[in-house]
């Protein structure tokens, strides 16, 4: 008997080795209003966080933005992380050295300022260049670009500075994301969908409507998909130094 239970727990430690968890990390950038009337709802229902890059120049300030309470009942009560999308959003690579230190400067120390803790920024526009780059390594342990192929992130052999993201647009279907979700199970990669605003009604460009987010959640949940914030899936396999 003690046999063939030993036997039994070393067939099911052999047939689970290099067998990687499959991850789906749901992320938003800016810091629309959206993402907390209507998006924070939809993913608090199936128990998901998320991770959201904000334009601190924007936050509290311009109309139809987040204010600094919401960002904070976001990243206590939802477990949500905060991270960087520059100061004032400008394409990073039209600007000179000092402007680019400028905008990644002063956006952490904002948020620091806030009681953040932002290890990671999404770069404006997903642009970026290596001087882009090298200033990023300096004030952020991580970035993520948006919409560049490949479209998913393998954690064996993965550039924490250039992480691969799909972005969500008005005209994304359902159906293309059960797709590339069902991809990332059948490859055991780390999909990362990126959104903007989450609205109810016909959505526009950057835009997706609130179905879309409902569908997309239940689905990652009837599948058994663990989501998690880029951050906690880095720091899981030790990729953050």
């Not at 709802?41 to 890059?53: G, H």
């Not at 993965?158 to 799909?166: A, E, F, P, T, V």
């Not at 526009?204 to 987010?213: A, G, H, R």
Request: charged share 25%.
């Amino acid at each position: 008997m003690i046999k063939k239970l030993i036997c039994l727990l070393l067939l099911l430690f052999i047939s689970g080795c290099g067998v990687r968890q499959v991850y789906v990390s749901i992320t938003f950038d800016d810091g629309y209003s959206s993402t907390y009337e209507n998006a924070f709802p939809i993913l608090s229902k199936y128990e998901f966080p998320a991770t959201i890059f904000v334009v601190t120049g924007y936050i509290g300030v311009e109309k139809d933005f987040m204010n600094w309470e919401q960002l904070h009942i976001l990243s206590k009560h939802g477990k949500w992380e905060i991270g960087s999308h520059s100061h004032t959003h400008p394409n990073l690579t039209t600007l000179k050295e000092d402007k680019i230190i400028k905008e990644l400067h002063l956006s952490k120390e904002i948020l620091v300022s806030k009681g953040f803790n932002p290890i990671g920024i999404a770069t404006p526009y997903g642009q970026f260049n290596e001087d882009v780059l090298k200033h990023i390594k300096k004030y952020y342990r991580y970035h993520r670009n948006a919409g560049r192929y490949p479209w998913y992130n393998d954690l064996d052999k993965i550039d924490i500075h250039d992480i691969h993201s799909i972005t969500l647009y008005y005209d994304t279907s359902y159906e293309e994301l059960k797709w590339k979700i069902d991809n990332a199970i059948a490859e055991n990669k780390w999909l990362i969908l990126t959104m903007h605003n989450v609205i109810k009604g016909k959505p526009k460009y950057y835009e997706i409507n609130v179905e879309l987010l409902e569908n997309v959640a239940k689905y990652l949940k009837d599948n058994n998909v663990q989501v998690m914030t880029i951050a906690d899936v880095l720091k899981k396999y030790g990729l953050l130094k």
